[in-house]
Protein backbone atom coordinates (compact mmCIF):
# COMPACT_ATOMS: atom_id res chain seq x y z
CA UNK A 1 0.00 0.00 0.00
CA UNK A 2 1.86 3.02 -1.31
CA UNK A 3 -0.60 6.00 -0.74
CA UNK A 4 0.11 8.64 -2.63
CA UNK A 5 2.88 8.78 -4.84
CA UNK A 6 4.55 11.21 -7.14
CA UNK A 7 6.72 11.23 -9.83
CA UNK A 8 9.32 12.94 -10.98
CA UNK A 9 11.01 13.88 -7.13
CA UNK A 10 12.79 16.59 -8.99
CA UNK A 11 12.69 18.52 -12.37
CA UNK A 12 15.07 21.29 -13.87
CA UNK A 13 13.41 23.17 -16.68
CA UNK A 14 14.07 26.01 -19.24
CA UNK A 15 11.60 28.64 -19.36
CA UNK A 16 9.10 27.97 -22.19
CA UNK A 17 9.87 24.16 -22.04
CA UNK A 18 6.62 21.76 -20.97
CA UNK A 19 6.31 18.79 -18.46
CA UNK A 20 3.80 16.85 -17.09
CA UNK A 21 3.57 15.93 -13.24
CA UNK A 22 2.04 12.41 -12.28
CA UNK A 23 0.30 11.33 -9.29
CA UNK A 24 -1.33 8.27 -8.25
CA UNK A 25 -3.01 6.70 -5.26
CA UNK A 26 -4.29 3.22 -4.25
CA UNK A 27 -6.48 4.48 -1.39
CA UNK A 28 -9.54 4.24 -3.67
CA UNK A 29 -10.37 7.96 -2.93
CA UNK A 30 -12.90 9.87 -4.76
CA UNK A 31 -10.86 13.46 -4.43
CA UNK A 32 -7.68 14.35 -5.89
CA UNK A 33 -5.78 17.98 -5.09
CA UNK A 34 -2.57 19.61 -6.91
CA UNK A 35 -0.83 21.79 -4.48
CA UNK A 36 2.32 24.30 -4.42
CA UNK A 37 4.42 25.70 -1.49
CA UNK A 38 6.25 28.16 -2.10
CA UNK A 39 8.34 29.87 1.42
CA UNK A 40 6.49 31.77 3.77
CA UNK A 41 3.60 30.92 1.57
CA UNK A 42 2.24 27.74 2.81
CA UNK A 43 0.19 24.94 0.41
CA UNK A 44 -1.91 27.20 -2.51
CA UNK A 45 -4.33 24.94 -3.90
CA UNK A 46 -3.76 25.17 -7.93
CA UNK A 47 -6.68 22.70 -8.99
CA UNK A 48 -8.67 19.85 -7.73
CA UNK A 49 -11.01 16.99 -8.76
CA UNK A 50 -14.06 16.30 -6.38
CA UNK A 51 -14.49 12.89 -8.38
CA UNK A 52 -13.58 10.71 -11.31
CA UNK A 53 -14.56 13.07 -13.99
CA UNK A 54 -14.45 16.68 -12.75
CA UNK A 55 -12.35 18.99 -11.63
CA UNK A 56 -12.03 22.66 -10.64
CA UNK A 57 -9.49 25.95 -10.34
CA UNK A 58 -8.13 26.23 -6.99
CA UNK A 59 -6.79 29.42 -6.15
CA UNK A 60 -3.74 29.36 -8.27
CA UNK A 61 -4.86 28.03 -11.53
CA UNK A 62 -3.03 30.40 -14.12
CA UNK A 63 -0.63 28.43 -16.06
CA UNK A 64 -1.29 25.03 -15.39
CA UNK A 65 -3.68 22.34 -16.73
CA UNK A 66 -4.97 18.82 -14.98
CA UNK A 67 -6.26 15.51 -16.11
CA UNK A 68 -7.79 13.26 -13.95
CA UNK A 69 -7.07 10.01 -16.17
CA UNK A 70 -9.17 7.56 -13.44
CA UNK A 71 -10.03 7.43 -9.97
CA UNK A 72 -6.46 6.26 -9.14
CA UNK A 73 -4.47 8.95 -11.21
CA UNK A 74 -4.37 12.74 -11.74
CA UNK A 75 -1.88 15.03 -13.50
CA UNK A 76 -0.38 18.21 -13.59
CA UNK A 77 0.79 20.02 -17.15
CA UNK A 78 2.61 23.17 -17.64
CA UNK A 79 2.55 24.06 -20.94
CA UNK A 80 4.94 26.78 -20.78
CA UNK A 81 6.72 26.94 -17.87
CA UNK A 82 8.05 30.42 -16.33
CA UNK A 83 10.23 30.68 -13.70
CA UNK A 84 7.27 31.65 -11.60
CA UNK A 85 6.67 28.50 -11.28
CA UNK A 86 9.24 27.29 -9.60
CA UNK A 87 8.47 25.86 -6.77
CA UNK A 88 7.46 22.68 -4.79
CA UNK A 89 4.49 20.55 -5.70
CA UNK A 90 2.30 18.18 -4.13
CA UNK A 91 -0.45 16.27 -4.76
CA UNK A 92 -3.13 14.47 -2.06
CA UNK A 93 -6.06 12.62 -2.10
CA UNK A 94 -9.18 12.33 0.39
CA UNK A 95 -12.31 10.63 1.28
CA UNK A 96 -14.92 13.28 1.92
CA UNK A 97 -12.27 16.17 2.21
CA UNK A 98 -11.32 16.08 5.87
CA UNK A 99 -8.26 14.52 5.64
CA UNK A 100 -5.60 14.80 2.89
CA UNK A 101 -2.86 12.09 2.42
CA UNK A 102 -0.02 14.17 0.88
CA UNK A 103 2.34 12.53 -1.76
CA UNK A 104 6.51 13.14 -0.74
CA UNK A 105 6.99 15.94 -3.50
CA UNK A 106 7.90 17.24 -6.79
CA UNK A 107 10.83 19.73 -6.29
CA UNK A 108 10.37 22.09 -9.97
CA UNK A 109 13.06 24.20 -10.95
CA UNK A 110 12.47 26.70 -14.12
CA UNK A 111 15.49 28.30 -15.50
CA UNK B 1 -12.54 35.11 -0.52
CA UNK B 2 -11.02 33.05 1.97
CA UNK B 3 -8.15 33.80 4.65
CA UNK B 4 -6.61 32.02 7.14
CA UNK B 5 -3.97 33.93 9.68
CA UNK B 6 -1.37 31.97 12.13
CA UNK B 7 1.67 33.53 14.04
CA UNK B 8 4.58 32.69 11.76
CA UNK B 9 7.19 30.93 14.30
CA UNK B 10 7.00 30.24 17.99
CA UNK B 11 9.73 28.99 20.16
CA UNK B 12 9.03 26.57 23.07
CA UNK B 13 11.39 24.31 25.20
CA UNK B 14 10.83 20.78 25.63
CA UNK B 15 8.52 19.45 28.43
CA UNK B 16 6.45 22.58 27.51
CA UNK B 17 3.12 23.70 26.18
CA UNK B 18 2.72 25.68 23.54
CA UNK B 19 -0.89 27.01 21.54
CA UNK B 20 -0.50 27.90 18.12
CA UNK B 21 -3.69 30.06 17.66
CA UNK B 22 -5.60 30.31 13.52
CA UNK B 23 -8.46 33.07 12.66
CA UNK B 24 -10.02 32.47 9.37
CA UNK B 25 -12.33 34.30 7.37
CA UNK B 26 -14.12 31.76 4.66
CA UNK B 27 -17.75 31.91 2.27
CA UNK B 28 -18.41 28.30 3.46
CA UNK B 29 -17.08 26.00 6.28
CA UNK B 30 -16.74 22.85 7.27
CA UNK B 31 -14.49 22.35 9.45
CA UNK B 32 -10.85 23.46 10.67
CA UNK B 33 -8.18 20.63 10.20
CA UNK B 34 -4.47 21.12 10.88
CA UNK B 35 -1.29 19.43 9.71
CA UNK B 36 2.51 18.74 10.53
CA UNK B 37 5.53 19.40 8.00
CA UNK B 38 8.79 18.41 9.09
CA UNK B 39 11.02 20.41 6.79
CA UNK B 40 12.12 18.50 3.64
CA UNK B 41 9.25 16.34 3.96
CA UNK B 42 5.19 16.24 3.08
CA UNK B 43 2.50 17.37 5.47
CA UNK B 44 0.81 15.15 7.46
CA UNK B 45 -2.66 15.14 8.89
CA UNK B 46 -3.03 15.49 13.01
CA UNK B 47 -6.32 16.42 13.81
CA UNK B 48 -9.82 17.89 12.78
CA UNK B 49 -12.91 19.74 14.26
CA UNK B 50 -16.11 19.84 12.22
CA UNK B 51 -17.84 21.03 15.82
CA UNK B 52 -17.00 23.78 18.25
CA UNK B 53 -15.17 22.40 20.82
CA UNK B 54 -11.96 20.33 22.11
CA UNK B 55 -10.36 17.39 20.09
CA UNK B 56 -7.72 15.48 21.85
CA UNK B 57 -5.13 13.37 20.39
CA UNK B 58 -2.79 11.54 22.39
CA UNK B 59 -0.08 15.06 23.08
CA UNK B 60 -1.91 17.15 20.80
CA UNK B 61 -5.03 18.82 21.15
CA UNK B 62 -7.38 21.26 18.96
CA UNK B 63 -10.54 23.84 19.41
CA UNK B 64 -12.57 25.45 17.45
CA UNK B 65 -14.85 28.32 18.04
CA UNK B 66 -17.34 28.61 15.15
CA UNK B 67 -19.10 31.65 16.11
CA UNK B 68 -15.48 33.52 16.95
CA UNK B 69 -14.13 31.65 13.76
CA UNK B 70 -10.63 30.35 15.51
CA UNK B 71 -9.44 27.78 16.13
CA UNK B 72 -5.63 26.27 17.74
CA UNK B 73 -3.71 23.63 17.98
CA UNK B 74 -2.20 22.81 21.53
CA UNK B 75 0.79 20.99 21.98
CA UNK B 76 1.84 19.14 25.52
CA UNK B 77 5.02 18.06 26.73
CA UNK B 78 6.95 19.11 23.57
CA UNK B 79 9.52 16.90 22.37
CA UNK B 80 12.27 17.81 20.26
CA UNK B 81 10.99 16.02 17.16
CA UNK B 82 7.95 18.48 17.58
CA UNK B 83 9.99 20.85 15.86
CA UNK B 84 8.17 21.68 12.62
CA UNK B 85 5.75 23.48 10.64
CA UNK B 86 2.09 23.64 11.84
CA UNK B 87 -0.61 24.50 9.06
CA UNK B 88 -4.21 25.17 9.89
CA UNK B 89 -6.90 24.45 6.80
CA UNK B 90 -10.35 24.78 6.04
CA UNK B 91 -12.69 23.19 3.63
CA UNK B 92 -14.82 26.07 2.28
CA UNK B 93 -16.73 23.20 -0.19
CA UNK B 94 -15.01 20.53 -1.76
CA UNK B 95 -11.61 22.43 -2.21
CA UNK B 96 -9.20 23.38 0.97
CA UNK B 97 -7.59 26.57 2.00
CA UNK B 98 -4.62 26.75 4.13
CA UNK B 99 -2.58 28.98 6.26
CA UNK B 100 0.64 30.04 5.67
CA UNK B 101 1.76 27.89 8.64
CA UNK B 102 3.50 28.35 11.93
CA UNK B 103 7.09 26.97 12.64
CA UNK B 104 7.30 25.55 16.00
CA UNK B 105 11.38 25.48 17.30
CA UNK B 106 11.38 22.82 20.69
CA UNK B 107 14.68 24.21 21.95
CA UNK B 108 16.57 21.66 24.70
Known amino acids: ?111 | GQSLEQPSEVTAVEGAIVQINCTYQTSGFYGLSWYQQHDGGAPTFLSYNGLDGLEETGRFSSFLSRSDSYGYLLLQELQMKDSASYFCAVRPNNDMRFGAGTRLTVKP
Open chain 1, 1 to 111: NAGVTQTPKFQVLKTGQSMTLQCAQDMNHNSMYWYRQDPGMGLRLIYYSASEGTTDKGEVPNGYNVSRLNKREFSLRLESAAPSQTSVYFCASSEGGETQYFGPGTRLLVL
